[in-house]
């Protein structure tokens, strides 16, 4: 089934923006038009070189941010948290009537937009992770106070692009970054953490990333394809008495539960500093 998107001008083109990007240039997703900014002239040349994306850099065109948003539907301001408020400022006046305003800038608020932007702008706040740029991303979004049904439909089908979306309201946004969010750099930590052990146990490393990466692939796959719960997978390798259950019983010990916990209280608290600037 294709997906059908009107024009879109994406302000900042680093690795997030481009992971959506990658999305939206499938054969199947069918876009009016898509823009770009990025201060570097270098990358801008980059982006227009190896896709159908109108890219322009501030570099060689100060006014590229207000040219790229003038008639563009959707605006996903991708630039760093700190540079949001003046970019908001520069292009609120060239911004239409209906315009949707997406923003995938960590910790600002979505008060922060709607208080820089006319009141004919709508804005809604994302959370995407880096799986997007392998089409696997789990994106949180948040509707602000002027955005309808179709502005939250529209933000939700840009996203299907590149993975899953889920519709939370912004309270809960900071709280969905420490799990889906930081949640990769997890997984690759108990991956980094295997391999060292594996690796101490006498395997090449090699052997033993063959051994962790092959695992963790396969056991997530396995999950997708089935209809049950991680619970009931792991119950159905952890034969009892076997040495399986003597593995999860130290990690039970050792309180794996509570860690998790801990580590994404952190990493909230963390969130909500960098909000409050």
Do not use: C, W
């Not at 208080?115 to 004919?120: A, D, F, R, S």
Request: charge should be negative; aromatic fraction near 4%.
């Amino acid at each position: 089934m294709s997906t059908e998107l009107p024009v879109i001008a994406f302000l900042g083109a680093g690795s997030m923006a481009r992971a959506i990007l990658s999305g939206l240039l499938r054969p199947e997703v069918s876009v009016a038009g898509i823009r770009a900014t990025n201060r570097s002239e270098a990358k801008a040349a980059e982006l227009a070189a190896e896709s159908d994306v109108t890219a322009t850099s501030t570099e060689r065109d100060p006014a590229a941010n207000t040219t790229a948003v003038a008639g563009a539907r959707v605006v996903v301001v991708a630039v760093k948290p700190g540079m949001v408020p003046d970019l908001l400022r520069e292009i609120a006046d060239a911004l239409e009537p209906g315009t949707l305003v997406i923003s995938v800038a960590a910790g600002v608020t979505i008060a922060t937009f709607e208080g820089l932007l006319p009141e004919h702008v709508a804005v809604i706040r994302s959370m995407p992770n880096t799986p997007a740029m392998v089409g696997r991303a789990v994106t949180g979004i948040s509707p602000g106070t002027r955005s309808s049904d179709a502005d939250l439909e529209l933000a939700t089908t840009l996203f299907e692009t590149v993975g899953s979306v889920l519709v939370v309201p912004e309270e809960q946004i900071d709280a969905l970054s420490t799990i889906s969010g930081s949640g990769p750099a997890y997984v690759f930590y108990l991956m980094e953490q295997l391999t060292a052990t594996a690796i101490g146990m006498g395997f090449s490393r090699e052997q033993a990333r063959t051994m962790v990466e092959g695992t963790f692939r396969g056991a997530s796959e396995l999950l997708a394809s089935s209809q049950v719960d991680p619970s009931e997978l792991r119950r159905r390798v952890t034969s009892p008495k076997g040495t399986t259950e003597r593995a999860v019983a130290v990690l039970e010990e050792g309180g794996i539960q509570s860690l998790f916990d801990r580590a994404t209280d952190a990493a909230l608290a963390r969130a909500r500093e960098l909000a409050r600037g």
